[in-house]
């Protein structure tokens, strides 16, 4: 069966009333038949039948043995390091999304645990990086903004080899485009914000586990800790990966048109997206992406903050917002937007130099899209443009 298919009919036709859609189950807790008896839900942070639907389903569509929902992807990050104890470290992606970031060093660096950042694009990079005590390898392929892509398949291979769980952050390309887990992860995180909700309307994390005892340890560490997605939030993300497949194929569509016209033109300096045959990592994109997703970086000639602002604010399809994976286009400048509290030097460093601009490419039509960003970068070569 095929892929849309099979999303579109996994999701269970209510057996009490045959509702199509799955019912938004608004309820804190359940009337129990006798003292411990109950039909498999007791109280609504443990489990709650939408949400189920939900794990369920990202369970089926990652490939993993067991699915779990959170309140936001940080809230999913944060359930999987609470695996970790003091003394524990973490090799993870240097150009890692900038919540994690946050997270693992103002959070969890004070509990103990000790983050080795290394360019993973090399796996020699990460094999050097592993310590005995290291317990997670932490990917992001392709990563936010510069579109670094890491081979998964031979990380998992070093990381096991060392005893410890490769988890990877799969926000960028949904697991329409690549199964982290069908490639040796053990764990899958995803911002469902993005691609997987897909409107720009709701906040939600997910987890997808290979490994049923894993994925149980964490499920454990979700009711626990308590950070879970209420059943609105969860029908809507349901209803967002209902229209997933075709959504990643026209966001696709559109950023390979956008990255092509954007490198034809001579105000830009350099574009990033991994479906371009000039893309440092092309090949290994080509092996395990199934498409290339949405999202295109470029930097301009004029390589300053007040070029790129004239850009960023001359687009008029392309809206000034932070986050991706929506319908609607977005543009983002990096240095003065999601990258603001990095110092310049360590900003640079990482490739996120001043006129960096990150597209994320929504479904709109193909030819509007590039008209929109031809426009604003003819008004970047306006002599009489002031901020160009
Ligand atoms: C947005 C994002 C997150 C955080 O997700 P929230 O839903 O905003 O908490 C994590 N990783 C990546 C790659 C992201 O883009």
Not at 216 to 223: P, V
Not at 306 to 333: D, I, Q, W, Y
Not at 341 to 363: M, Q, W
Request: a negative charge.
């Amino acid at each position: 069966m095929q892929e849309i298919t099979k999303i579109i009919h996994s999701l269970p036709v209510d057996p009490l009333t045959g509702s199509i859609s799955t019912p938004v189950y608004q309820t804190a807790t359940f009337v129990q038949d006798a003292p411990g008896e109950h039909r498999g839900f007791d109280y609504a942070r443990s489990n709650n039948p939408t949400r189920q639907v939900l794990e369920n389903l990202i369970a089926q569509l990652e490939h993993g043995q067991r699915g779990l929902a959170f309140a936001s992807g940080l809230a999913a990050i944060d359930c999987v390091l609470k695996l970790l104890g003091a003394g524990d470290e973490i090799v993870a992606v240097d150009d890692i999304y900038g919540g994690s970031f946050r997270l693992f060093t103002h959070v969890y660096e004070k509990f103990g645990v000790k983050i080795t950042y290394t360019d993973t694009t090399d796996a020699q990079n990460v094999l050097k990086a592993l310590s005995p005590r290291t317990r997670l390898v932490w990917l992001e392929s392709p990563t936010n903004p510069t579109l670094k892509v890491s081979d998964i398949e031979a990380i998992a291979r070093y990381t096991h080899a060392a005893g410890a769980l490769l988890v990877v952050d799969n926000t960028f390309c949904s697991p329409a485009i690549q199964t982290p887990l069908t490639l040796g992860a053990d764990i899958v995180i995803h911002s469902a914000t993005k691609y997987l909700a897909g409107h720009s309307d709701v906040i939600a994390g997910l987890l997808a586990i290979r490994d049923r005892e894993l994925g149980d340890r964490l499920k454990f560490i979700q009711n626990a800790s308590g950070g879970i997605l209420g059943p609105w939030d969860s029908w809507l993300t349901i209803r967002g990966i209902e229209t997933l497949p075709l959504r990643i194929e026209a966001h696709s569509r559109n950023a390979l048109a956008v990255a092509q016209a954007l490198q034809a033109h001579e105000a830009v300096a350099e574009v990033f997206y991994p479906g371009l045959p000039t893309h440092k990592n092309h090949d290994v994109a080509t092996r395990q992406q199934r498409h290339f997703g949405g999202v295109v970086s470029f930097r301009l000639k004029e390589d300053s903050i007040e070029a790129a602002r004239a850009f960023a604010t001359a687009t008029s399809l392309f809206k000034l917002a932070e986050s991706l994976g929506g319908v609607k286009s977005l543009v983002c400048h990096p240095a003065t937007m999601t990258h603001k509290s990095i110092p310049a030097e360590k900003r640079h460093a990482s490739g996120v130099s001043d006129s960096l601009i990150r597209l994320s490419c929504g479904i709109e039509g193909a030819q509007d899209l590039v008209q929109d960003v031809l426009q604003a970068l003819s008004v970047c070569l306006e002599p009489a443009a002031t901020d160009c």
